[in-house]
Structures are given as structure tokens and as C-alpha cells.
């Protein structure tokens, strides 16, 4: 991981997924571009806090 925890995981293969990019946003009303992509991805994950769901893991960040 960047900020130096061992809590990341990176997919086992490529998945399609799609890039936003934020082109314009006058008073809220957001205009958007996408881009196709085929690429890994990365989750991390922590330990469940009390009142998350009974698995032995929870994702806490997506790239």
C-alpha cells in the first residue's frame, strides 16, 4: 500500500471498469467524461469494527 499498511489486496485478474473525469460542474450540475478501462484492481481492508457486518475482513478503500 502507499501509506505503508499491509492491508491491500490486488485482484487476481483484470476487470472492466470506467474512468470518470470531471469536466465541468456549474452550481451542482456535474458533466462527466468516461473512458473504458480493462485493468487490476486494489482493495484494502481492516478488521470489522463492532457494528460492521461478521466477516473476518471489511474493504475500507477501492483503486
Known sequence: CRNGQNNCHQSAKPIGKTYCRLIRDT?????????PQHDFYTVACDRPQPDDVPY????????
Open 56 to 63: 473476518p475482513l471489511v474493504p475500507v478503500h477501492l483503486d
Open 27 to 35: 452550481d451542482g450540475n456535474c458533466h462527466y467524461s468516461t473512458i
